[in-house]
């Protein structure tokens, strides 16, 4: 049984930075994409940012772009999100995905292309 555990999120002011871990156990093979997702009170979950197997491809939300950044540490199998420049409407709880795939080429900013969840790390930007 796959898990993944996220670490990372707190309270920041705006302009400010937080790095977000997600760790994963428990697996035979985890070598798909992985990816990290947000939701608001209220609203839908949406993605924030994806790697595919061996980071050769990166996508993110636009809304991101310039400020966040996705790297994976493979030996462990650890995906990281670096935010920096952070706003307000950043605020929401961010969560780490992974599908079960053993290879993929393009990440999905789609939850539902993704079969392991985190249960999550809150995130909140202050003005």
């Known amino acids: 049984q796959v898990q993944l555990v996220e670490s990372g999120g707190g309270s920041v002011q705006a302009g400010g930075s937080l790095r977000l871990s997600c760790a994963a156990s428990?697996?035979?093979?985890?070598?798909?994409?992985m990816a990290w997702f947000r939701q608001a009170p209220g609203k839908e979950r949406e993605g924030v940012a994806g790697?595919?197997?061996?980071?050769?491809?990166?996508t993110y939300a636009d809304s991101v772009k310039g400020r966040f950044t996705i790297s994976q540490e493979n030996a462990k199998i650890t995906l990281y999100l670096q935010m920096n420049s952070l706003k307000p409407e950043d605020t929401a709880m961010y969560y780490c995905?992974?599908?079960?795939?053993?290879?993929?080429?393009?990440?999905?900013?789609?939850?539902?292309?993704?079969?392991?969840w985190g249960q999550g790390t809150q995130v909140t930007v202050s003005s």
């Open positions: 428990g697996y035979t093979v985890l070598s798909g994409c």
């Open positions: 995905a992974a599908d079960r795939r053993t290879f993929c080429w393009v990440p999905s900013m789609d939850p539902n292309a993704y079969n392991y």
């Open positions: 790697i595919s197997t061996g980071g050769r491809r990166i």
